[in-house]
Every structure is written in structure tokens, then in C-alpha cells.
């Protein structure tokens, strides 16, 4: 299947900073990205969808200013959290659509914490 | 109103012996799709098994089998010869073609547990 690459796979940052999340599609390309956030135990709740030049889609009450996503190319998708708070500490996933294609290819996931 | 439910938060079963996790959708689109993702400890998601809802037959992945009933909207997937290796969470997922742009919506969740 396809690859879908997310780095950082975790990053712990302080209070007030921003912190940025990459989602590459290593040998494809993906017109569609999406992003997930997922607490733990629950189920992955969609944040956005991002499809490459043009603004994302929030999902309603996801903070577009707080949860920024630019989409420059069609193998790169970066999730930006601004002015992170711990409350924003979770686990962040994206995925991406293959078109013509059925599955959803997922990337390994981020794992934010804010002290 | 919940697209996907999944109604069993836990299950557990014995080493070798099948089990059936439900899942139930709701949707007025023609044309969808419904996923089966497994999640360990780890995190990541592993597709498991595929059914789109204009197949006529139950979709089948070695020991991952989807019951797809449409009239009654459920999709629920049967690991035969259960392993230790598949204690995980379980997502069931939809994707609506012409409804919701093709995102990908899951369920709530089942936590397997395998026991020896």
C-alpha cells in the first residue's frame, strides 16, 4: 500500500509556543489529506480536511486560527497548533486519499504533549 | 446524529475461538464505503478489510471477514482463530462519496482483548 509519512512521531513543547506537524505522502500523490485527534481510549475525531492550493475545511467547533493547515503540494500537508495549552495535548493523525482509490493510508500518528 | 456506532466499548475472547465486533452506519448516500481499522498500543492505523456498498459479496482478508447486512445497515467484522497479536482497538469507519466529500467518519471504538 501506500506510504504516509508524519513526523514528528512526538514532541513535548512548553506552554505559548506553536508546534508544527508534517504529513508527506512518500509515493503518491494526494490530492486530499485529513487530520485527526484522537484522546486517549476515544476514537479519532476529524479536525479538517486539507486539499492541496486551497484553504481547509474545518470541522465545526475545530479553532482554524488555533489549528492551522496549509496544504502547498500534493505530498505535503503540515497541521500547525498555535499558542499550544495543555488541553491541546493529544494524539494527532492524518491520513491521506488516493483518488480512484478506497482506502485511506494513515501516518503514524503525533503525540503532543504541552507543559 | 452518530453515522457510526459501535456498540461494544470492550470485548473479550479466548485464544483461537472466533469474535464478532458490530458496527452499525447511518447514511441516505447511494454510494459509500465501509473500513475496518485496527489501532495498537502504538498508535498507528492498520486497514484491515473494505466493502463498498454496491458489493454483492461479503468482503473477506484471511481471517477478517466483514457481514455485511445493507437493509440493516451493519457492517460487522468476524476475526476467526483469534491471536494475541489482535488485542487492539477496533474502528469501524464510513466514507459517503457525494455526501461528505469522501472524509472518512469512525465509530466510537471496541477494545479487544485476547486471552490465552
Known amino acids: 500500500g501506500a506510504v504516509v509519512s508524519q513526523h514528528p512521531s512526538w514532541v513535548i513543547c512548553k506552554s505559548g509556543t506553536s508546534v508544527k506537524i508534517e504529513c508527506r505522502s512518500l509515493?503518491?500523490?494526494?490530492?486530499?489529506m485529513f487530520w485527526y485527534r484522537q484522546f486517549p481510549k476515544q476514537s479519532l475525531m476529524l479536525m479538517a480536511t486539507?486539499?492541496?492550493?486551497?484553504?481547509?475545511?474545518?470541522e465545526q467547533g475545530v479553532e482554524k486560527d488555533k489549528f492551522l493547515i496549509n496544504h502547498a503540494s500534493l505530498t505535503l500537508s503540515t497541521l500547525t497548533v498555535t499558542s499550544a495549552h495543555p488541553e491541546d495535548s493529544s494524539f494527532y493523525i492524518c491520513?491521506?486519499?488516493?483518488?480512484?482509490?478506497?482506502?485511506?493510508?494513515f501516518g503514524q500518528g503525533t503525540r503532543l504533549t504541552v507543559v | 446524529a452518530q453515522k457510526i456506532t459501535q456498540t461494544q466499548p470492550g470485548m473479550f475472547v479466548q485464544e483461537k475461538e472466533a469474535v464478532t465486533l458490530d458496527c452499525t452506519y447511518d447514511?441516505?448516500?447511494?454510494?459509500?464505503?465501509l473500513f475496518w481499522y485496527k489501532q495498537p498500543s502504538s498508535g498507528e492505523m492498520i486497514f484491515l478489510i473494505y466493502?463498498?456498498?454496491?458489493?454483492?459479496q461479503n468482503a473477506t482478508e484471511g481471517r477478517y471477514s466483514l457481514n455485511f447486512q445493507k437493509a440493516r445497515k451493519s457492517a460487522n467484522l468476524v476475526i476467526s482463530a483469534s491471536q494475541l497479536g489482535d488485542s487492539a482497538m477496533y474502528f469501524c469507519?464510513?466514507?459517503?462519496?457525494?455526501?461528505?466529500?469522501?472524509?472518512?467518519?469512525f465509530g466510537q471504538g471496541t477494545e479487544l482483548s485476547v486471552k490465552p
Open positions: 486539507s486539499n492541496e492550493g486551497s484553504k481547509a475545511t474545518y
Open positions: 469507519a464510513m466514507r459517503e462519496v457525494y455526501n461528505q466529500g469522501g472524509k472518512l467518519i
Open positions: 491520513s491521506a486519499a488516493v483518488q480512484e482509490n478506497t482506502e485511506a493510508f
Open positions: 466493502q463498498g456498498s454496491y458489493d454483492q
Open positions: 509515493d503518491f500523490q494526494a490530492t486530499t
Open positions: 447514511t441516505s448516500d447511494p454510494s459509500y464505503g
